[in-house]
Structures are given as structure tokens and as C-alpha cells.
T-cell receptor, first 112, second 114 residues
């Protein structure tokens, strides 16, 4: 079975500062990895995904993530955040055709 | 293209009652998954339907059941509601069941059981 651990439940950061949201997964087989963002009272929106190939994945809104197989991590980064990036971020893992499993989420708060 | 539409957006039910939540998939998507998101937690997988057949189920009791219709819209039914069923219920559709196909999520139905 696969599981996802998001290491930080809350990350406060000042506007224009860099940010990293950490995600580790556990699985004995190859998986597909995703990051989703959820704004208040909305569903989840896909930021980026890793399926295969280059371990550095670029997504929407200036976010990127790096797949590290040896450390079983898929951390999300942005070099300079905006107030509008304040939201809940979820890391997710999926194996073959099985269901997608989500982490508990990281609340990113960008302060002026 | 239309996205995923869920109805109703909010619902209040009494413990012991039954509820039906509805989801219209994104056009052309034949796979739908339902998730329960309790307050402050990540979404938990309930089940998935692929071409009208249940294609996987999470750790939820049988009183959680579903249907997928020929037009790929879907329903989630919950019987004998409990207080802990209060949550945001999310529907997600995808083009196929393969893992490389992304999910499109609806905005959810907020269910409150009192």
C-alpha cells in the first residue's frame, strides 16, 4: 500500500520569499506523484504531476517539484510567492490504476 | 469544455437519514472517483467507477454506495447517516482509469449531519 506524509501542516512565509512544501511517500513499487492546490470552498486543482522522465517537473503558477526516488520525496517549491498563493496544498500518489492517496495537506499562508 | 459539477453545494441532514449526492463528469470522461474530506484533513478515497462498474473501493462501510450512469454522471448514496459523515464530498472525473490521466475535481458538496 502507498501512503503520503506531508511534513508540515502549516507554512507561513512572507510575500516574494521562496517556499518549499515537503512530501514523502512510501511505496514498494513505482508510483505517479501529484500536487494539488485547494482554495477556500473549492475543489482541488492540479498543480503538477510526475509520471516519468525528468525528475524536475514544472507546473502552473510558477511551482515546480523534484522527484527523488532514493529519498522517496516529491517536494514542491516556488522561488517567489504571492499573496494569492495562500491555500491548502496536497501531495498525492497513485499506483497503476489504483486510487489516488492524498496527504493531510499543508496550509501555506503568505503574509505581506 | 465543461468541468465537473456537483450538487447540491450544501446539505444538512439528521443522523439516521439517507442522502444522495450527484456529480456530472467533465465531458468525455468515463471514470469518476468520490472522496470524503473531513475538516482539516486530506481527501479519503471512497470508491471509483469506470464505465458504470465499481473499479475500486476505499475503507468505507457498505452504507456508502454509488452508481454511474450511461452518460457517466454519478451518484454517491449514504445510508444511516452518522455525525462523523459530516465532511466535504468531492467528485473527480478522468478521461480513463489509467494513473497517467489527471483528475478534474468538482467544488464539492458540504454535508453536515446534526
Amino acid at each position: 500500500a502507498q501512503s503520503v506524509t506531508q511534513l508540515d501542516s502549516q507554512v507561513p512565509v512572507f510575500e516574494e520569499a521562496p517556499v518549499e512544501l515537503r512530501c514523502n511517500y512510501s511505496s514498494s513499487v513505482s508510483v505517479y506523484l501529484f500536487w494539488y492546490v485547494q482554495y477556500p470552498n473549492q475543489g482541488l486543482q492540479l498543480l503538477l504531476k510526475y509520471l516519468s522522465g525528468s525528475t524536475l517537473v514544472k507546473g502552473i503558477n510558477g511551482f515546480e517539484a523534484e522527484f527523488n526516488k532514493s529519498q522517496t520525496s516529491f517536494h514542491l517549491r516556488k522561488p517567489s510567492v504571492h499573496i494569492s498563493d495562500t491555500a491548502e496544498y496536497f501531495c498525492a500518489v497513485r499506483r497503476n490504476n489504483n486510487d489516488m492517496r492524498f496527504g493531510a495537506g499543508t496550509r501555506l499562508t503568505v503574509k505581506p | 469544455e465543461t468541468g465537473v459539477t456537483q450538487s447540491p453545494t450544501h446539505l444538512i441532514k439528521t443522523r439516521g437519514q439517507q442522502v444522495t449526492l450527484r456529480c456530472s463528469s467533465q465531458s468525455g470522461h468515463n471514470t469518476v472517483s468520490w472522496y470524503q474530506q473531513a475538516l482539516g484533513q486530506g481527501p479519503q478515497f471512497i470508491f471509483q467507477y469506470y464505465r458504470e462498474e465499481e473499479n475500486g473501493r476505499g475503507n468505507f462501510p457498505p452504507r456508502f454506495s454509488g452508481l454511474q450512469f450511461p452518460n457517466y454522471s454519478s451518484e454517491l448514496n449514504v445510508n444511516a447517516l452518522e455525525l462523523d459523515d459530516s465532511a466535504l464530498y468531492l467528485c473527480a472525473s478522468s478521461l480513463e482509469q489509467g494513473a497517467n490521466y489527471g483528475y478534474t475535481f468538482g467544488s464539492g458538496t458540504r454535508l453536515t449531519v446534526v
